[in-house]
């Protein structure tokens, strides 16, 4: 369970992040919809995981995304830096948080099942 220190600079990465990737990094690999899910800060406060989900409009746009913002790495730890009030700056670790796109892809299937089974129901020739 972690610590309040281990959440009040977890919301700070967060919020820091998002504000680089939206406002601070110009790099034109950059497309679609990005947002920070979740932040893991590790016990020692040395090192976060940073999850990020990505809407982009193809799998080669997303990818290309987060190459982007894992090249940027080192531009978003000083930011973040910047804003931390803490001796060590954590070491950033981005990962690609799926969760968001399974979500929706799961909500397609039922709105789809769903159109199915009331054009099945309305249906007068069964």
Same mark, same amino acid.
């Given at each position: 369970m972690p610590t309040r220190r281990q959440e009040k600079v977890a919301r700070v990465i967060r919020e820091v992040v998002s504000d680089v990737v939206a406002n601070h990094l110009n790099d034109p690999r950059i497309t679609g919809f990005v947002s920070v899910t979740r932040v893991e800060v590790a016990a020692d406060l040395r090192n976060a995981d940073v999850y990020l989900s990505i809407l982009a409009s193809d799998d080669s746009a997303r990818s290309r995304t987060f190459a982007a913002i894992t090249h940027a790495r080192s531009r978003i730890q000083s930011f973040l830096a910047e804003a931390l %009030? *803490?001796? !060590?700056?954590? +070491? @950033? &670790? !981005? #990962? %690609?948080?799926?969760? !968001? &796109?399974?979500? @929706? %892809? +799961?909500?397609? @299937?039922?709105? #789809?099942?769903? *159109? %199915? &089974? #009331? *054009?099945?129901?309305t249906d007068p020739q069964e």
């Open positions: %009030e *803490s001796k !060590f700056c954590p +070491v @950033l &670790r !981005f #990962q %690609e948080d799926t969760q !968001f &796109r399974k979500t @929706l %892809e +799961v909500m397609k @299937l039922i709105d #789809q099942v769903a *159109s %199915e &089974r #009331q *054009s099945k129901d």
